[in-house]
């Protein structure tokens, strides 16, 4: 048996965690197709296998989050927190994501084919986002590692004290948060921005992207800024 | 947390199912508010001289055994009105072509324990502590007719858990309003109010936004300018869903920190803080389905 189906109307979705988390490591189920998710919360959290889940319909919170070389597709919208805390593989919304998508991911790859609400990316530790519409206010605030390619627009206070993650904008920017600026695109990040595009599956130009980073004047205090920063 | 449900309906068939569709709207927000639970129906309107006010007995000594009949006969013995009285346990509907104040009055006066849920040709409201679940039970929720609604499940976290304290708040006549969130100027916008004759009934952060807009809209704005004062004068973390005789209204926060999710079709537009309460929806997969942007007024007409 290579595949499974769990239809969330007559299963508790607990028997499908369940599942993800023991039963699936032996590898002789590799795809999870999940029936009628009707908005729950936490659909294949922490898989810990490079198991594939598809799920057909809307999710709610936390869907894929804690993901670890799993790969789950959301034949819908997903609710606050998809994909946070990612460590690795790949979570992929085919609508719309709510508030604080790949909050704090590691590692790993969220493709958001829609819009992506607020706070998208925050505090991002090294995961990567490409989100193929526009993103809310406040995204990537605090992003220490990894990427964010958003191929739409970006909401206020885009990037506000970035660290060390680098993010690129094919539309326009409402505002840039503190400590970010806009820097000139190079050969490494055209080629950057082509490979994330090719991983979601998006055809744009790399050179129609900004790269957005941090102007690094947070990293140390500084008693003459007077708390103009 | 709380969750808030809404519901407007675009057919005459769905108008006659407008609680069937509801209940398990509401009883889905109930991880999300189980405190207590309430609702606003909006049916057709009264003739111009009539009015309806949704009176709770809940905090009297008789409860739910409360002397309705007797309650229509004094008032008809006093005012010199027929009084009429659709009554279900702790909770009637008096209907009457009298000057609303007159009533109100005259129950303040006689049963100051009676507490008025709302007033108005449109507007019929039910609250009350339990889960979601029991009290669309006590009201029987579930066979409820009209052309769109307003509804809330609570957690508190700004006030106690009360029967006047649960939502839609109501003020003036045919406005309600639930809210998910906290404010955090609510008694600056209590001292502003109060001088100008505007009384407050709880200490609940949610009854100075319902108050304030209210008070916009009999100032003249129209709705779309008094949510924009909203905007400029309400502080802190809201998803504001309003009712009037012929709209519901939405609008969120700048940071847009309470949820909502909008799902709309040919026949319905409903509104829940998630999607697990619209799950159930007629044509659901058909829908159109979006989350409504921070600082965006979003309103909908019968």
Redesign the interface.
């Known amino acids: 048996m290579d595949s499974l189906s769990f239809d969330l109307a007559t299963t508790p979705l607990r028997e499908l965690n369940q599942f993800l988390h023991h039963e699936a490591k032996t590898g002789q189920v590799k795809q999870v197709t999940v029936l ?1 998710p ?3 919360h936490n659909i294949a959290v922490g898989l810990d296998c490079p198991v594939e889940v598809e799920v057909h ?2 999710a ?2 936390y869907a894929g989050g804690m993901n670890k070389t799993g790969t789950v597709t959301i034949l819908g ?1 997903a ?2 927190g998809v994909a946070e805390n990612m460590m690795s593989g790949r979570v992929h919304v085919k ?2 994501a ?2 604080s998508a790949g909050a704090s991911a590691h590692g790993g790859l969220l493709v958001i084919d829609g819009d992506a ?2 706070r998208c990316g925050i505090s991002l530790k090294g995961g990567d986002v490409v989100v193929g519409g526009s993103v ?3 995204s990537a605030f605090m992003a220490q590692a990894g990427r964010m390619v958003i191929c739409g627009d970006a909401g206020d206070a885009l990037g506000d004290s970035l660290y060390e993650a680098v993010l690129y904008v094919r539309g326009s920017i409402k505002s840039l948060g503190a400590d970010a600026q806009v820097e000139p695109m190079g050969e490494t990040d055209l080629a950057t921005v082509a490979d994330l595009l090719s991983q979601a599956g998006m055809n744009h130009d790399p050179a129609e992207f900004k790269r957005i980073a941090s102007r690094r004047e947070l990293y140390h205090w500084n008693a003459d800024a007077n708390q103009e920063y | 947390m709380c969750g808030i449900v809404g519901l407007l309906v675009k057919t005459p068939a769905l108008t006659e199912r407008l609680g069937e569709l509801m209940v398990p709207m509401l009883i889905g927000m109930t991880e999300r508010g189980p405190d207590s639970a309430g609702l606003a129906v909006f049916t057709a309107a009264l003739p111009d001289n009539e009015r309806k006010i949704s009176v709770y007995s809940g905090l009297t000594e008789a409860g739910a055994d409360f002397n309705w009949l007797g309650l229509a006969h004094d008032m008809k013995a006093h005012l010199g009105v027929s009084v009429k009285v659709e009554a279900k346990g702790n909770h009637a509907i008096l209907t009457a072509g009298l000057d609303p104040d007159v009533i109100k009055r005259w129950i303040k006066e006689h049963h100051p324990r009676l507490y008025l849920l709302s007033t108005g040709r449109s507007i019929d409201l039910y609250k009350d502590i339990g889960t979601p679940a029991d009290v669309a039970a006590r009201y029987d929720f579930r066979h409820m007719k009209g052309t769109h609604l307003v509804g809330h499940t609570r957690m508190a976290t700004e006030s106690a858990v009360t029967p006047e304290r649960a939502h839609p708040f109501t003020a003036g006549e045919d406005f309600c309003l639930v809210h998910n969130g906290s404010l955090s100027n609510p008694n600056g916008i209590r001292r502003m109010l109060e001088p100008r004759g505007i009384h407050f009934e709880t200490d609940n952060d949610t009854e100075a936004a319902c108050r304030f807009l209210e008070w916009r809209l009999r100032e003249g704005d129209d709705l779309e300018a008094a949510l924009q004062k909203g905007f400029e004068e309400l502080d802190g973390f809201y998803t504001f869903l309003m009712g009037t005789p012929d709209k519901l209204a939405l609008i969120r926060d700048p940071f847009a920190c309470k949820p909502a999710v909008v799902a709309e079709t040919d026949d319905y537009v409903a509104i829940a803080s998630e999607f697990r309460s619209l799950a159930h929806l007629p044509d659901i997969k058909h829908a159109h389905v979006f989350e409504p942007a921070p600082e965006e007024m979003y309103v909908w007409t019968v």
């Open positions: 009628n009707d908005g729950a319909g809307h709610g919170y919208s609710g606050t609508g719309f709510s508030n609400g607020l809310g206010s406040f």
